[in-house]
């Protein structure tokens, strides 16, 4: 070979000796690795033949780049998970085992972001910034790291925060038929978070684009998108990517709790993730169970709400609140998936749609609905009040049926009929208006004092509107005593010109 094409490359003895200390280390040995083979695909699902040594939750890679997910091993075959697939994916690629388990970048860099299950953005902007990644699947935090739920999470919403409050580390169900309102109470609750120093998840499986698009632009709107991180698995993307969608959103939300931060997560709805997961299940050929869902159906929930808690001081103190949303069909919460999740969570808030037809928005059943953590994650002075308010609304609903036979009732009762649809009224609340604990206060203080039993109509909602703004600019505050509060409100009516009859 001529002198002018062999390299210019020094002697091994005139190198630099930290060059060649590999190969003073260097043993020549036998090394094997498993290489599979791609034997079928379809419906974003892969069969892989050869791989034996291959886990549970293990990434696959095969010839072209593309990379699968291992869900169920067979005695032949294993069954993975598309994650990503590439236009040079056909069956016969040979496939690799890759030791990795699937993880997402957590941190604030996902802080306003739109994001698909594996952290990949969809808003068209660049890759969130992260330090930090987390897996999917993790154990629940011990029970010797937990807290006691003790603290409030406000979620504006006034049946809500005086009747079924919700306490920051709970897991409360949103229960209801479709079109009844339930992700409109969600958004509500995430845009109730503003200047509260909490963080939010809002995890949308299997929606369509429209209700994503619209679902990003009022949180916008609102202001709260730069404390909300959204994950999105649409309608049209694989069973795969659905069913991963909640743990993404969950490891999201543990890193910042970890941090010591409070998080509120949404996940809209369980019900697809099931129906998802179903699909998974059929897909890779496992044994149906009721309903023909597998029957992990109810392990698969309970370890990702599991995850949701308050952590002790110990650890941070951080919280992590979920507000699950699951849909019913007719009103029939003794279904199959409604069932299992109302047993898994602390509580449910349930939307009646025979209420919604009839214009009672927020359409919140009280009669159905309940908070296991009750008045323990309550602020104080609301509960006081709300304990009175409480024992009306429910007298009147027991009493109100007696009205449908048109007999005639005593006076007494009469009164209490006319007074609990008067409260009616009062919890009447328009979407994206979610109140300040002051304001809460200052509506409890008028009805229980009877301050606006006289109005009806309009001149209610006006004088409640008013005395709503007089509260959120500036009242006597939560820590002032009940006298003065009644004398604040009592005042101000006087003022203008609301005050009652003598």
């Known amino acids: 070979m001529p002198t002018e094409f062999l390299p210019d ?47 549970m939750d293990e990434i696959l890679r095969f010839g072209d780049g593309s990379e699968a ?93 005086t009747m079924i409050p919700i306490g920051k580390g709970q897991r409360q169900l949103i229960i209801g038929d479709a079109g009844t309102g339930k992700s409109s109470l969600a958004v509500d609750t995430i845009i109730a978070q503003k200047n509260r120093n909490v963080l939010c998840v809002y995890v949308l499986i299997s929606q369509k684009r429209s209700a994503v698009v619209a679902t990003i632009e009022t949180l916008r709107q609102a202001g709260v998108l730069d404390i909300t991180c959204i994950v999105v698995a649409e309608a049209t993307t694989t069973p795969g990517l ?52 597998p029957g992990d159906i109810f392990y698969l929930h309970s370890r990702l709400l599991e995850r949701s808690t308050c952590l002790s001081a110990r650890y941070g103190g951080g919280s992590m609140t979920a507000l699950p949303i699951v849909e019913t069909e007719q009103g029939e919460i003794s279904a199959y998936i ?61 009493l109100e049926v007696f009205t449908r036979f048109g007999s005639r009732l ?44 006289h109005l009806v109509g309009t001149a209610l909602q006006s004088s409640l509107a008013e005395l709503l703004r007089w509260a959120l600019a500036g009242g006597p505050g939560l820590a002032a005593p009940r006298e003065d509060w009644r004398d604040a409100v009592s005042g101000l009516l006087r003022e203008k010109g609301h005050e009652p009859p003598a």
């Open 69 to 161: 997910l291992v869900f169920h091993l067979g005695s032949k075959r294993i069954g993975a998970i598309l994650l990503s697939q590439k236009e040079g994916l056909f069956a016969g690629l040979s496939a690799h085992l890759t030791g990795r388990r699937l993880d997402i970048g957590v941190g604030d860099g996902f802080l306003g972001r739109v994001v698909d299950p594996l952290g990949r953005p969809l808003d068209g902007a660049p890759a969130p910034m992260s330090i930090r990644r987390r897996r999917l699947e993790a154990a629940s935090p011990p029970i010797t790291a937990r807290d006691f739920v003790e603290r409030p999470l406000l979620s504006g919403n006034k049946m809500v925060d």
């Open 410 to 453: 005593e006076a007494s009762v009469e009164a209490k009929i006319k007074r609990g649809r008067l409260l009616r009224e009062f919890l009447k609340q328009d979407r994206l208006a979610p109140l300040s604990p002051e304001q809460q206060m200052a509506w409890l203080v008028a009805y229980n004092e009877g301050f606006l039993d």
């Open 242 to 293: 659905k069913f991963l969608a909640p743990f993404a959103g969950c490891a999201l939300a543990e890193e910042w709790m970890g941090a010591g931060r409070d998080v509120l997560v949404v996940y809209d709805d369980l019900t697809t993730h099931a129906r998802a997961y179903r699909e998974l299940s059929l897909l890779l050929r496992r044994p149906p169970g009721r309903e023909a869902y």
């Open 9 to 55: 490359v020094p002697p091994i003895e005139s190198a630099d000796p930290k060059s060649v200390r590999w190969l003073d280390d260097y043993r020549p040995q036998l090394r094997i690795s498993e290489v599979g083979k791609l034997a079928a695909i379809g419906d974003g699902i892969a069969w892989v033949e050869g791989l034996p040594s291959a886990a």
């Open 338 to 398: 409604p069932t299992n999740l109302i047993s898994i969570t602390d509580g449910q808030i349930y939307l009646d749609p025979a209420l919604y037809a009839r214009g009672f928005l927020p359409a919140i059943d009280i009669t159905r609905s309940v908070s296991r953590i009750g008045g323990k994650a309550q602020v104080p002075a609301i509960k006081a009040e709300a304990g009175r308010m409480k024992l009306d609304f429910l007298q009147f609903l027991e």
